[in-house]
């Protein structure tokens, strides 16, 4: 099993690169999240890599991040979603923007990858939101304060959020951007201080704003 790959940039297409490693060339498909973030022609590039044998091929794929990685296993739990959508997702979010969109239950930033129609993304949303939270993201600042609940009071919260959340979106703001804006308020806010969608709804509009 080859778990990654160390060598030189030798071409780079819209999904695939060509890394020579002493002097073999190896194809790998990889998402444009990781072509943004490895070098240019000629310079030196570490990709951890997922090997996939079929029966009419043998294909590698290559990710600049372990977390990408392991999302893009995780994606390919559900039934449906084969390497290539999993790529088409991580090709259109980053990793932490498909975890938002998961907690979020946000499926329309799913439908931005290209294949995901409404089915696959209402799919992903619901079969991964239990095992969304066990998920490791390195050098994240996403933090959720009530995952999971654990009271009456955290329960009461969490549905004036869940109000707020769903009024913003509709005035036409991004159901993931308002999810983060929103449980960002959440820790903002003093245990003490009395939790209203009237207190939330200004202060979010303020930062969605920025």
């Given at each position: 099993m ?60 290559g ?8 999302m893009?296993?995780?994606l ?12 088409a997702v ?8 498909i ?8 499926k ?11 089915r ?7 079969e991964?939101q ?14 959720f ?12 919260n ?34 003490d ?13 303020k930062?969605?704003?920025?």
């Amino acid at each position: 099993m080859i778990a990654t790959l160390t060598g030189k940039i030798k071409s780079k297409s819209n999904n695939q690169i060509i890394i020579d490693v002493n002097g073999v060339g190896y194809c790998l498909h990889v998402s444009r999240n990781t072509l943004h973030h490895i070098g240019d022609i000629d310079e030196p590039v570490i990709l951890n890599t997922d090997l996939q044998v079929r029966d009419d091929s043998i294909l590698l794929y290559g990710f600049k991040f372990q977390s990408e990685l392991n999302m893009f296993k995780l994606l390919q739990s559900i039934q449906g979603i084969g390497p290539r959508a999993a790529l088409a997702v991580l090709s259109a979010l980053t990793v932490e923007q498909i975890v938002v969109a998961i907690k979020s239950s946000d499926k329309s930033s799913f439908q931005q990858a290209d294949g995901i129609g409404q089915r696959v993304a209402t799919r992903i949303v619901s079969e991964l939101q239990e095992k969304i939270d066990q998920f490791s993201l390195t050098n994240s600042d996403i933090k959720f304060k009530f995952s999971p609940v654990t009271s009456n009071k955290a329960e009461l919260n969490k549905n004036i959020i869940d109000d707020a959340v769903s009024a913003l979106v509709n005035l036409g703001y991004s159901k993931s951007d308002v999810f983060l804006v929103v449980n960002s308020i959440f820790d903002e806010i003093n245990d003490d201080e009395k939790l209203s969608i009237e207190k939330i709804i200004p202060l979010a509009l303020k930062k969605l704003s920025k």
